[in-house]
């Protein structure tokens, strides 16, 4: 879940710092927040916490601007041991007025979960750490990451330079644009 995390921190402005933050929703009797976070080149983000020991099925939130949202992190996701409960990927809203907005949802709020929602962008397809795409973080994994450190792609469909091209980029584990000692390190759970 780290390098989850550290992958969409990095490639989402409105998570910094110097962005728009506001709560929207504080809901004590259902145990939920929401917080729109958003910066000037657009990216905008829709946080649900859920602190309730049940999933939420059909639950209304406001959401910033119509369209779909894609929702790029679920702590409760299967991939992170969690129950499996969310939203499918992503949400469409609707023309109705909810939590100061002029458009809202029914979602599926999983229980004791953070789940973000991203407007218009859906998110990049590959899981940081799967390096070689077949669903598992294993010794094989290690294997093509060590493969990017130390010389080209060992797989002959990627790019031959160093550092670049699809089966190395899930190799970035602490997505900070490159492959390196510290990515093996990670994948590894040294760090």
Sequence with gaps: MCSSDLQIRKTNGALRSNAGAEINRLDDSA???????WDASGNDLLIVISLNNNDQNGYRVGFPQGGTWYEIF???AAVYGGN??????????????????????????????ATVFRYNDPPV???SGDV????????SDW??????????????SCDPA???????????VDADGDVDLMDVAMLMGWQ
């Design 84 to 113: 499996g409960s969310g939203n499918g990927g992503s949400i469409s809203t609707e023309a109705t007025a909810w939590d100061g907005y002029s458009d809202s949802a029914a979602i599926t709020v999983p229980r004791m979960s």
């Design 125 to 127: 397809v590959w899981d």
């Design 132 to 139: 070689n795409g077949d669903g598992l973080i294993n010794v």
């Design 143 to 156: 294997h093509r990451a060590a493969g990017c450190v130390s010389g080209p792609c060992i797989d002959p």
């Design 74 to 76: 679920n702590s409760q």
């Design 162 to 172: 160093l550092y670049s091209g699809p089966c190395c980029a899930p190799a970035d």
């Design 31 to 37: 145990d939920i927040l929401t917080i729109h976070r």
